[in-house]
């Protein structure tokens, strides 16, 4: 596509739940990222996707977070057991080497 | 730890210029960004700074930098209405361009008519 797309725009889920965020980066890029932002902690590195090396997930905020990217094109972002602190908007950008990062719209997360 | 600070607010007149400041703590950063966040849109990159320039230049927007202090700024000449947004510095943390980006905290520019 165009741009990098990303769904849902919005979900709302209830606080125990198990949420799954997709993200189809700009087809060839090689890079993927996970960013969230939220009113408490602003724009928040979470993981990212090189290629095939192995990912960098030094941003995830706790074991109930994790990733994964397919064939090397969209990924996916999944939160266990969602608490409230979870709810925030979910970014997610692709790029090539030496070439800016182009950002999705984001999935807005609410937990109730 | 790595820490991109800025201040929070700017109000600014249409057609003064606004100048939004950032200190950053990584040293080893290579690029250095400023993203415009527009209400209800995702990120937009506005323009980037390689480390060992001082000053970049790109029709109404300055970027200077300033390595030895660690201090990034952003000025945007005859600032519109349309120039309110949130506006974000990042550093590329591990001194790549391809590296993860560690934002400031954005600084909120309202342009008052």
């Known amino acids: 596509g165009a741009g990098v797309s990303q769904s849902p725009s919005n979900k709302v889920t209830e606080k125990g739940k198990d949420v799954e965020l997709r993200c189809d980066p700009i087809s060839g890029h090689t890079a993927l990222y996970w960013y969230r932002q939220s009113l408490g902690q602003g724009l928040e590195f979470l993981i990212y996707?090189?290629?095939?090396?192995?990912?960098?997930k030094s941003g995830l905020p706790s074991d109930r977070f994790s990733a994964e990217r397919t064939g090397g094109s969209v990924s996916t972002l999944t939160i266990q057991r969602t608490q409230q602190e979870d709810s925030a908007v979910y970014l997610c950008?692709?790029?090539?080497?030496?070439?800016?990062?182009?950002f999705g719209p984001g999935t807005r997360l609410t937990v109730t | 730890g790595e820490d991109v600070e800025q201040s929070l607010f700017l109000s600014v007149r249409e057609g003064d210029s606004s100048v939004i400041n950032c200190t950053y703590t990584d040293s080893s950063s290579t690029y250095l960004y400023w993203y415009k966040q527009e209400p209800g849109a995702g990120l937009q990159l506005l323009t980037y700074?390689?480390?060992?320039?001082d000053m970049k230049q790109d029709q109404r927007l300055t970027v200077l930098l300033n390595k030895k202090d660690k201090h990034l700024s952003l000025r945007i000449a005859d600032t519109q209405t349309g120039d309110s947004a949130i506006y974000f510095c990042a550093e590329s943390s591990g001194g790549g361009a391809t590296n993860k980006l560690i934002f400031g905290t954005g600084t909120l520019l309202a342009v008052q008519p």
């Open positions: 700074i390689f480390s060992n320039m």
């Open positions: 950008a692709s790029n090539n080497r030496g070439s800016e990062q182009y």
């Open positions: 996707f090189q290629g095939n090396s192995a990912p960098d």
